[in-house]
């Protein structure tokens, strides 16, 4: 099924890897991303949907609440997806285009946990409820069970996915911006945190580093 899949489904791109902008702005996080090689560069971004790729919905709507607040300014408007997306419903392309279309977002911001370390272990590829494990590629995500604006394209593996923010430990996140006249990836982006106490924690330092990446590289106001 997976060899089947359309290859406009595989989203991994690659980026210029000698112009690479990185942050390291919160104790613990590091932050790299770049442009989509040979892809278009629109003008920084003022109207953005923040989507957090996870079947918790807790956990999603924490994570994107978080990196709107830090979003958000006098420049630019953010937009949780949770807002329209609620726990019992379908997470679906046509949701957030649904979202896009009522606010007038010229922008996507998607982030999914590909990695996450607990117990002090290194390079955990599986949590203990048996959630997937997703490799970074480049600074976007391996792209074998997500669409465009990071929707599954295999659902049953979304529903075991890993939760965007951890108790403890160590994580790994990769977020992509999609700019919403072609549903493409523009910009990838992928943060490393370690020593994460609590899901607060993980907040606290993780959105705001995400935040000012995107705002040191241009890509939002």
Known sequence: MLAAMPSALRLAATFVATVVLATGCARGVSVRGDWEAGGPRPGAFGNVVVVGVSPDFN???????ALVATLRSAAVAATPACDDIGSK???????VEAIVARTGADAVVVTLLVERAVAGKEGGTRDTRGAGY???????????????????????EYETAPTVTVVRGSVTLATNVYETRNATVVYGITTKAGGLESRGDALARIAPAIADHLRAGGVVR
Request: aromatic residues 24%; neutral net charge.
């Open 134 to 156: 997703y490799k970074p590629v480049g600074y976007g995500f391996d792209p074998l069970y997500y669409g465009a604006y990071g929707v599954p394209v295999v659902y049953g």
């Open 59 to 65: 956990q999603r709507c924490a994570f994107e609440r």
């Open 89 to 95: 419903d379908a997470f679906t392309r046509e949701a």
